[in-house]
């Protein structure tokens, strides 16, 4: 009488199996946060009233301005044409950047409405880190535009965006 | 008597229990292998292949309604877009062919998609292969090069039965009771070679064509010769590729940059099919589970079948271990034959599942236009025999026990 509970249970044991495998191939992936869409890293402008996405391409430095929070996928148009930046690079003191307006124009983008900046300079080449510093007036409000790179910039959080972002973007390769 | 021989002589006398064991073991079976063959084959068609298409330039609105709408004929485009945004993308570096097209029409069934003439001479729609007009691939006639005329892609002529020369008015919509541009009449000049694709499922006719039917308002008339005013439903997409062909990076730059437009929108298929596979996914699983189930019910069957049969011949297997076979032996009577019987069930599922395929595959193409082939190996087709080698062990194990157990003086003793 002992043996048949046992004789049963493996067919239980083969329907759990199935069902392990086919929860496997089910499991959503799914990701939060904050997402680089170009691939920089995030730096945050006020307390996330936007970001500065940043990314060096060979002598360019390149800033999409966009949401703050989660928004990252949604520009954030300026009127600067310029801004200047102070850029501390570890061992080789400060140099002077200035980003200028480069409107995407297939964004309906155009001068004095603008959320893409570019720079370019030699030294960027070489560079591997460093911490730039300027201001911006973003959504009607005057802010700081505090830049690391490679590392992006998040004082609310320890470690920086650039990390968070690799986390995030490494969830959603798997 | 030789071994084999009273396994297949106890499986004889077994016969009905056994077909029916064998039926149902390959029933579960077959349905596993179908779902799974669709699953996979389905997931290829739609995710990898992208039907040639990189991108998808359309106006705002949901992803999947566009690409569902842009490659797949089915469901409606959310809105247009301007001719000459359309030009500015065309003109962008990563971009190396931009196809535009017009939709909101449709025939017999079928979607109208007026397009521009290069879709049917230059676009690939997989890798290196494009459309074809040639007899020796099953197509007929050419490619349009006037208003008036059109072409029927492989599935839309054969089941509107259309030839080179007939002649038809297209609906002004894609619902019933839609109002019919009855004065035009546009001629097929030519049936496209079966692709396999959705392409096979829609009747394309030259985008200059949309503009000028009658019953289009004034409005509509003018975007024929005016630019500036011209709108189009949407572009498809082909961008530089990098190595290994696959898609240059620089496409999620373009992409966040369209994105940002007001009206506009790119959408890369690749990336928005994954999310229809979440929303249909539960189908597949309740598939997969029903099938589950069968397969084990069938053990469970195959189970209680082996126990009544020893129940039956524990007189027989008493005598026959009275005449010197081990105890071994007659345990392996029994699980050879729950082996014999699962690994027919097996085979025989393989095969019904594949037929079922066939079957299907049919019906699938005829609807939908995308071809399955009941010869695809999914990976469920290499787990079967070891699967069912297994389930007819694990469903053997007991009532072999049992066999091990058997007392021979306790069932050679007579009965009354």
Known sequence: ?174 | MNFWRIVLRSLKHHRFSSILTVISIALGIALLIAVYSFKEQTHNTFTQVGLGVDAILGPKGSPLQIVLNALYHLEEMPGKIKWTYFQEVEKHPLVVQAIPFAVGHSYGGFRVNAIDPRFLTEFEYLPGKRFSFADRDGGQGRAFSAPAEAVAGWAAARSLNLRLGTEFSPICGVREGDPIHETDRLKFVGILAPTGTPHDRAIYIPLEAFYVLSGHPVETQKMAKDMEYREISGAYIKVKRIRGGALHPGIQDLKFTINQSDRNQLVVPNEVMPQLFNIIGWVDRVLIAIAAILTVLSALFLFFSLLSALRERRRDLALFRALGATRKTVMGLVIFEALIISLLGGILGLFLGHGLIGVGAHFVKVETGVAFTAGYLSRTDWLVLPGAVLLGLLASLLPALQAYRLGVLKNLSPIS
Request: hydrophobic share 40%.
């Open chain 1, 1 to 174: 009488m002992r043996r048949r509970p046992l004789a049963l249970m493996l067919p239980a044991i083969l329907i759990l199996v199935l069902w392990g495998s086919i929860g496997q191939t089910a499991a959503a992936e799914e990701h939060h946060g904050h997402k680089a869409f170009h691939d920089g890293v995030l730096n945050v402008i006020g307390k996330e009233l936007a970001h500065a996405e940043v990314l060096v391409v060979e002598d360019t430095l390149k800033v999409w301005f966009v949401g703050g929070g989660q928004d990252t996928g949604r520009s954030v148009h300026l009127k600067a044409a310029e801004i200047p930046l102070m850029v501390k690079i570890p061992g080789q003191g400060q140099k002077k950047l200035i980003l200028k307006a480069n409107p995407m124009k297939l964004a309906g983008e155009k001068m004095g409405y603008c959320s893409h900046f570019v720079a370019r300079a030699d030294w960027l080449k070489e560079v591997k880190e460093f911490e730039a510093a300027g201001s911006v007036v973003i959504k009607g409000v005057k802010e700081k535009l505090i830049i690391h790179y490679p590392e992006g910039y998040d004082p609310l959080h320890k470690h920086g965006h650039g990390d968070h972002e690799k986390e995030e973007h490494g969830k959603e390769h798997h």
